[in-house]
């Protein structure tokens, strides 16, 4: 098809324009200023050099798991009960008069990531990565390869501190959780699905995401981040465009859902000091199960004259609280003079508070407000275990743990 001699006119005056246009395009914006180009060069280079600078303090950290016994399985299986006493005992003369089986190599069947510490040689992991774990192995960004230790794990922020022999370890630097803010920058690295030393990054989604676990000792609060965390994250670092730690690689809400949470890299720190120096973290406990009291009136649970505070929904028998009267239905408004809404503000002012030293509650109890001391005593092992008390509780499945 022939053009017009009209058309082949426009377009010759289109594709003028257009070369002009770009023709006045400047390589520089004006004194002082970049080009829109220039910044994107800018930004490019800073994740470049973000990942080179952090990914040598990243370890990959891989697991043998314990293996599991047949026998022990048979022998706690109801069925074995029902088994003829004499084939019973047939099975146990066979057992006994077999040689001890030949050791097998530990396979390294689990996987994830880790922060180098200290130049010494102290990591942090997640405790679930270590869990059931016969023997550890760590590789660094430059090839090497170290035994390591377990020398101490939190299941309750889900943190652990392994131990190799190295020295001169490139460090992790640390930030502030406290003051990352929604919409900044945030880089992941670590080894999903085996693929070592990968680098995702997105943005911080969100802060202060609590409850995502059915579990009532893992009360803390998580940064919620869209970059992508997949098996293999789990321990590795979530940093800041300085380079700085701001996360600890968790939880993730499914595959390819571009919602991962972290450990906020405050809690990670001080874990991690407690678990090199003590080997576990002791923390004061209240003993109630709790809810803020505005949730229990948009669900109807109590009226409008209750003050604001958090209601006390379970007292555990044998917990500070029931030592100091304390009942479900009691609003606890003050904490030694500092006001609490929310179940956050009021486990953060137990948590600063000195195991075994009184602190003054403000109490609001049938229509009247009462001062209560109670003395906050150390996490006992059977809640952290057992989780004798729940904390509103998800009824759907949630998060899950990365690996």
Not at 135 to 149: H, T, Y
Not at 315 to 330: E, K
Not at 349 to 363: S, T
Request: charge should be neutral.
């Amino acid at each position: 098809m022939r053009l017009s001699r009209g058309c082949k006119l426009a377009m010759t005056l289109c594709l003028a324009m257009v070369c002009n246009a770009l023709a006045a395009v400047p390589d520089k914006g004006p004194e002082g200023s970049m080009t829109p180009l220039e910044l994107a060069r800018k930004l490019n280079q800073a994740f470049v050099e973000v990942a080179e600078r952090v990914s040598p303090s990243v370890v990959v950290v891989r697991v043998a798991s314990k293996p599991e016994s047949l026998d022990d399985d048979i022998y706690g299986h109801p069925i074995w009960e029902m088994i003829p006493k004499e084939y019973r005992r047939q099975w146990e003369q066979r057992r006994k008069s077999q040689p001890p089986s030949k050791a097998h190599p530990p396979v390294f069947d689990g996987r994830g990531s880790g922060i180098v510490l200290t130049e010494d040689g102290y990591i942090l992991t997640n405790a679930h990565v270590v869990e059931n774990a016969e023997k550890i192995r760590v590789r660094l960004k430059n090839g090497g390869e170290f035994d390591a230790e377990i020398k101490g794990r939190d299941k309750q922020s889900d943190l652990a501190v392994l131990k190799i022999e190295a020295r001169g370890l490139p460090v992790a630097r640390f930030g502030d959780s406290s003051a990352v803010r929604v919409g900044e920058f945030a880089i992941a690295i670590g080894a999903p699905f085996e693929l070592d030393y990968s680098v995702t990054f997105g943005h911080i989604s969100a802060k202060g995401r609590s409850q995502l676990i059915p579990d009532p000792a893992m009360d803390q609060d998580f940064l919620q981040t869209d970059a992508n965390i997949n098996p293999g994250n789990s321990g590795g670092p979530l940093v800041n465009i300085e380079g700085e730690v701001i996360g600890v690689n968790s939880l993730i809400h499914g595959l390819h859902t571009g919602i991962g949470f972290a450990i906020p890299s405050n809690l990670a720190r001080d874990v991690a000091q407690q678990l090199i120096r003590q080997g576990k973290v002791v923390r004061p406990w209240l003993g109630v199960a709790i809810n803020a009291v505005d949730d229990e009136r948009e669900a109807g649970n109590l009226s409008a004259l209750v003050p604001d505070g958090v209601v006390i929904k379970e007292v555990h028998p044998r917990g500070p609280a029931a030592s100091a009267s304390l009942r479900p239905g009691d609003v606890i408004t003050e904490v030694g003079g500092k006001p609490v809404k929310t179940p956050k503000q009021l486990r953060d002012e137990i948590r600063n508070r000195p195991i075994g030293k009184p602190v003054a509650l403000k109490v609001w109890r049938s229509g009247k407000l009462l001062e209560v001391q109670a003395k906050p005593d150390a996490w006992p092992e059977e809640v952290v275990e057992n989780g004798v008390l729940s904390t509103n509780a998800p009824g759907k499945e949630g998060p899950r743990r990365g690996n």
